[in-house]
């Protein structure tokens, strides 16, 4: 059996040749495809993980995740990617993927966004989600980000001014802190990014528009809204191949129940809806989330919040046109933004949440600061300076500037190379646990009775014995896309009486309602408001057929797969 490393970031040949060899060695487990190929020729290749001798992949209940929505946020692509080899290798090794295998399938997008994450991985280059010029055709005037000096990092760039806004910190001077009102007769600077300014008057340095904004995460046909009013919308909703390629990936496999995208980073898993508060949305669907994010916390250490809730400060012109959004609010399929590491957590950084609090300047200085202790201490884990001191350098435009600071790719955005491989291993552990949530379709017994000379009483009781139910979520209700279950029976003979094909849905054991245990004087424990789901349904039958006739029964729907079995009379 290969080992693959996660010891540092992949390529797209590297990504690709992975894909391939697993496909190789696997050939009953893995399948992929390309579900676009790019403007710039790489294909986003999207895997099938199943036990394919078990059954069809879209008869199963399936799982989702996916990654690099952002081409910068490459840990979420090396998730994505553990997942998939996690799975190949562990099956026939380990008890609950070997289970999770044989009844379910499993969907990997690990890297939606190849154009921009090599481009992020094999230059200095920094944006959001794709190399094309976006909003604007040509650059604009100002300054743009650029590895000025030559080390393949774009960092920070520090020039001397008696009117600067940003002096050194005492404890640490290679950190800026804000100059207070009062500072006088000290050395001050202005702070940019470093690079070149497009139509430098010799005055005015202003920020240049970014020359690729796009951003894949709010092109999703849900509350999308133009650039106007969400920057890095695109054209229309969809205008982006890869989006509508995974918008596409998504409805033909219509078994998705739910699933993961994989960001960076924030060290937290948030859950939709993005568009209103929480009290606002379905109860039991809230407390779903949170059961299962209860899970992420426990396997991660990452907080679980509702995002409109915990992280707009704006909750008018919220962020829109999102995946997570789409994928519950259109699709009804729950899912999780997680955004993977989180250096100032990491380093020890009181109060990270909720975002929504204001954070003074002083306390943004300690925050750094508690930040640059930990990459100082933590150093040999990045094989580029995670920290540059401030370097004196001839600028063409600005003359002597100094060049210094964070490596923020793989510092800030993503971890430093020696944390990836726990960051892919405790991630991959709580996509393998709610994976093992989706519905679980059982018939539990299916028995034949007769009741005359060639007359007979079929009779089946079919459970759902995963966590999810057969409708996955109320909000799918609500969309009336959940899709009931049917029941099919198949004999050669006759069917006497008019059972409906359709026989609604099946609980899982998440419809347990809360309850209480209630002490009484004599030590007793009563359970209240105690609620017993219906994960059990009887279904029945009169036939007629002579003995010896075989009689097939097949339940399923679109989300929970189907089962089937066989009685002879």
Not at 206 to 230: A, C, I, T, V
Not at 427 to 446: D, G, K, Y
């Amino acid at each position: 059996m290969k080992t693959y490393v996660f010891d540092h970031y992949y390529t797209y040949p590297e990504l690709t040749q992975t894909l391939q060899q697993l496909m190789q060695d696997y050939p009953d487990l893995i399948q992929v495809e390309s579900i676009c190929t790019t403007p710039d020729q790489h294909e986003v290749w999207a895997a099938t993980i199943t036990n394919f001798a078990t059954g069809d992949p879209l008869k199963k209940p399936a799982y989702y995740a996916d990654g690099n929505h952002h081409a910068g946020e490459v840990t979420g692509s090396m998730a994505a990617l553990g997942l998939i080899v996690k799975l190949v290798q562990g099956y026939g090794n380990q008890e609950n993927i070997t289970t999770l295998l044989d009844h379910s399938t499993v969907y990997v997008i690990p890297r939606i966004s190849p154009d921009g994450a090599e481009l992020i991985l094999t230059t200095p280059e920094q944006f959001r989600s794709v190399n094309r010029p976006y909003p604007y055709d040509e650059m604009t005037p100002g300054l743009h980000p650029k590895d000025m000096d030559g080390d393949g990092v774009i960092r920070m760039m520090r020039v001397k001014d008696a009117n600067g806004v940003w002096k050194p910190m005492d404890k640490d001077p290679r950190i800026l802190v804000k100059r207070s009102p009062s500072d006088f007769g000290g050395t001050y600077y202005n702070l940019y990014p470093e690079g070149e300014i497009l139509g430098y008057d010799g005055l005015h340095i202003q920020p240049g528009e970014g020359k690729w904004n796009l951003d894949f995460n709010r092109n999703y046909p849900l509350g999308w809204f133009p650039e106007s009013r969400q920057p890095g919308a695109g054209a229309y909703p969809l205008s982006n191949p890869e989006n509508k390629a995974v918008a596409e990936f998504v409805l033909s496999h219509p078994n998705i129940c739910c699933g993961v995208t994989f960001h960076t980073s924030g060290g937290c898993y948030i859950y939709p809806p993005g568009t209103k508060p929480e009290a606002q949305a379905d109860s039991r669907d809230m407390r779903m989330f949170k059961e299962i994010g209860a899970m992420a916390t426990e396997e991660t250490g990452y907080g679980c919040f509702n995002i409109f809730d915990a992280f707009l400060t704006d909750t008018v012109n919220y962020s829109s046109g999102a995946f997570d959004d789409w994928m519950y609010q259109c699709q009804g399929i729950p899912t999780y933004t997680a955004e993977l590491w989180d250096l100032a957590i990491r380093a020890g950084v009181p109060d990270v949440y909720p975002r929504t609090k204001p954070v003074s300047d002083q306390q943004q200085a300690e925050n750094i600061y508690l930040c640059y202790q930990w990459l100082d201490a933590n150093a040999q884990n990045n094989p580029v300076p995670a920290i540059l001191p401030w370097t004196e350098f001839e600028h063409p435009q600005l003359g002597t500037v100094e060049i210094g600071g964070l490596d923020f790719k793989f510092t800030w955005q993503n971890c430093p190379v020696g944390y990836l491989e726990q960051e892919v291993e405790k991630n991959v552990n709580f996509c393998l646990r709610m994976a093992a949530t989706l519905p679980h379709l059982q018939i539990e017994s299916f028995t034949a009775e007769k009741q005359a000379e060639g007359v007979y009483q079929i009779t089946a009781v079919v459970r759902n014995a995963g966590y999810l139910p057969t409708f996955v979520c109320n909000e799918a209700k609500t969309l009336r896309v959940d899709h009931p279950l049917k029941a099919k029976l198949t004999l050669d003979g006759t069917i006497l009486t008019d059972t409906p094909e359709e026989i609604g849905h099946l609980e899982g054991f998440s419809g347990v309602k809360n309850y209480k245990l209630n002490n009484n004087s004599y030590g007793y424990s009563n359970v209240k408001a105690y609620y017993q789901p219906e994960y059990l349904k009887k279904l029945s039958w009169m036939v007629a057929a002579p003995a010896g006739t075989s009689v097939s029964l097949w339940v399923g729907n679109d989300k929970s797969g189907s089962i089937s079995a066989s009685i002879t009379l």
